[in-house]
């Protein structure tokens, strides 16, 4: 009787707890990193056998095991690897197509084109002041294009190095957790509850962590786990078994993506595994540097060649042409530390020597200061001041203690218009050449502007006399001095600033006069030649075909990386369904589980309640 009774308790406490357990995965169905939970259930010992034991000849009564995961291992640890994949390729594409925004937003092509068509129709009306203001607005917008990209992907650099960095510290803080939960394991009793929660714990962070840097796991037979950077067992050891978690920091180095471990006291470097979002951050980082160093080089190749262009010709003045942009430049860096939030504006004026350092801004309570890097020089006072031609206006919001960096800046970020007048504008040719009307042959004078020529003194005007003997002899017009006979063969002639190249078939006897171009001039010359800037090649072809390409460069990049990460993502996800058809809970079967254990349950009560009546009636019998 009483082995009966007790086949029926031990029967609804068994199944109780599995209906509780079940139960749990039901509330828990939604819980991220829960994994469902399943109990042990086995047949109890029966028998007579003494009072402490039974006799374990047969079965009587279900007992209750442990609680445990349901879990698999290869899929779990194929699902992180797959999700890490990923997650490279995710962060990736977005820093990219934030690199891509930024370079179609900035309208460069447009701006460039803009200024070599107002060049052209500069050229059709040369003495127009209207023509000539258009001129200066298309290349203070080319300038500001320039000067505005070159920021834009300075600061997309300095977001994306704070992504890392915080990456990075995540990592570390991951790790850190994952060494807590190695303790705490250590500590609790298997199978229970708290160990299942630890495990759960566990596998979460483990997921969190492969999302950012590749990693093996080795779990112990405690549930510990010893997680070593990239795969392979002789990889460095991020958490192990027992003990502290090591720190890591990550970088751009010159031979790719760097880890580096134990930043603080022991540092050694690593290459980053090839997965993860780090790993990512990486690769856009590459794009963008790639990037920027496009930029500037063509900044400077633009800058160089309108420059060059300005300078041979003569402005309305009469006077040589003078440069349109400013190619050095000043950013302005806050500090770290910074406690208000105050903005700084900076001008540099025309023509100053910028100390090579750059600059140190201070707020402290005696109000601002002002020096160079190297500390040679220092201005201060209440407000707007000015040293070396560097004028700053701290705005309202600083705080005592606040620093600013102002450092020099080439490139695309330091392009600027000068402060030029459209009478300062260089039109015009800076020497022109006539023929003399009594000429015989077809020959002309070909002029080029070169100001490293100085075959000989005088300036002009002077004249070209071809002679019988084959030279072309070059005398000042005022003295009638011979400066020069030179052969005609063909080549170029160095003159006093310019460059003469005689064409056709010119005729003994046959002159030409050199003048300088005076104030007033209608000539174009030096307007129509901003086309062969345009037309220039140079690396990438013209300088236009050259962003073109570039363009080109990080739409295709954008492009594959997206085609990546589609289909790492359809891996991964792929993975993750594996792993949770063994892990995660459906409420289907749930609901299956819970009719079965409760119909269970009702017959061991029920079996309990023979035991009872049966005992009853014996009762009766015996009175």
């Not at 259930?41 to 034991?53: E, I, K, V």
């Not at 980082?285 to 500037?296: G, K, L």
């Not at 025309?350 to 100390?355: E, I, P, S, V, Y």
């Not at 015009?428 to 000429?439: E, H, K, P, Y």
Request: net charge negative; charged share 20%; proline share 4%.
């Amino acid at each position: 009787m009483t082995d009966l009774l007790g086949i029926g308790a031990s029967g609804v406490r068994a199944y109780q707890a599995a209906l509780a357990i079940t139960g749990d995965n039901v509330a828990n169905a939604d819980t991220p990193g829960y994994v469902r939970r399943t109990v042990t259930l086995s047949t109890g010992p029966s028998g007579a056998g003494t009072p402490l034991s039974r006799d374990r000849s047969g079965g009587a009564g279900v007992l209750s095991g442990d609680i445990g995961r349901a879990t698999d291992a290869l899929k779990l640890t194929a699902a992180r690897n797959a999700a890490g994949a990923a997650a490279r390729f995710v962060a990736s594409a977005d820093w990219q197509t934030r690199l891509q925004g930024i370079v179609a937003d900035s309208d460069l092509d447009a701006r460039i084109g803009g200024l070599f068509d107002a060049a052209t129709d500069l050229a059709a009306a040369p003495t127009s002041t209207a023509a000539r203001v258009i001129f200066l607005d298309r290349a203070g917008q080319a300038a500001g294009s320039f000067s505005s990209l070159g920021a834009s992907l300075a600061a997309l650099a300095d977001d994306i190095q704070a992504a890392t960095d915080t990456g990075a510290g995540e990592v570390n803080a991951i790790v850190a957790a994952l060494a807590g939960v190695n303790d705490e394991l250590r500590r609790t009793q298997a199978g229970g509850n708290a160990a299942n929660g630890l495990l759960d714990r566990r596998d979460t962070l483990l997921a969190d962590l492969a999302d950012r840097i590749r990693i093996d796991v080795t779990i112990s037979d405690r549930g510990t786990a010893t997680v070593r950077l990239g795969a392979g067992g002789g990889a460095p050891v991020l958490v192990p078994d027992k003990g502290a978690a090591l720190r890591i920091a990550v970088r751009d180095g010159a031979s790719g993506a760097e880890l580096v471990l134990d930043p603080t006291h022991r540092a050694e470097v690593i290459r980053l595994p090839a997965s993860g979002s780090l790993a990512g951050l990486i690769d856009a980082a590459r794009q963008v540097t790639a990037a920027r160093a496009e930029v500037d080089v063509l900044a400077t190749r633009f800058a160089t060649g309108v420059n060059a262009q300005a300078v041979a010709g003569t402005d309305a003045l009469g006077d040589p042409g003078q440069p349109l942009f400013n190619t050095d430049g000043l950013s302005v860096r806050p500090g770290k530390a910074n406690g208000g939030s105050a903005g700084i504006d900076v001008t540099i004026a025309d023509g100053a020597a910028l100390a090579p350092g750059g600059y140190r801004l201070l707020k402290d309570s005696a109000g601002w200061t002002l020096s160079r890097a190297d500390g040679s020089a220092t201005v201060t006072g209440p407000g707007t001041i000015t040293l070396d031609g560097v004028t700053v206006r701290p705005g309202a919001g600083a705080r005592d203690g606040d620093g600013w960096f102002l450092d020099p800046a080439g490139g695309a970020i330091g392009m600027s218009l000068r402060p030029i007048g459209p009478e300062r504008l260089a039109v015009a040719d800076r020497f022109i050449a006539d023929a003399d009307s009594g000429n015989r042959g077809d020959g002309a004078v070909v002029l080029d502007t070169d100001p490293a020529a100085a075959a000989f003194v005088p300036q002009p005007p002077y004249r070209v006399t071809i002679t019988a003997g084959g030279t072309a002899d070059i005398t000042d017009i005022a003295t009638g001095t011979l400066l020069l006979s030179a052969p005609i063969d063909g080549s170029r002639i160095i003159g006093a600033g310019f460059g003469i190249t005689l064409t056709g078939t010119p005729v003994a006897g046959d002159s030409f006069r050199i003048l300088t171009t005076g104030a007033g001039s209608s000539d174009n010359g030096n307007a129509l030649k901003f086309a062969d800037v345009r037309a220039a090649i140079g690396p990438g072809g013209t300088i236009e075909a050259s962003l073109d390409a570039g363009i080109a460069r990080i739409g295709s990049s954008l492009a594959e990386t997206d085609r990546l990460r589609a289909t790492a993502m359809a891996v991964a996800s792929d993975a993750a369904l594996a792993a949770d058809a063994v892990s995660g809970v459906d409420l289907d079967r749930e609901a299956a589980e819970l009719t079965r254990l409760q119909t269970a349950y009702r017959a061991n009560a029920q079996v309990i309640a023979a035991a009872r009546d049966l005992f009853d009636t014996l009762i009766g019998i015996s009175r």
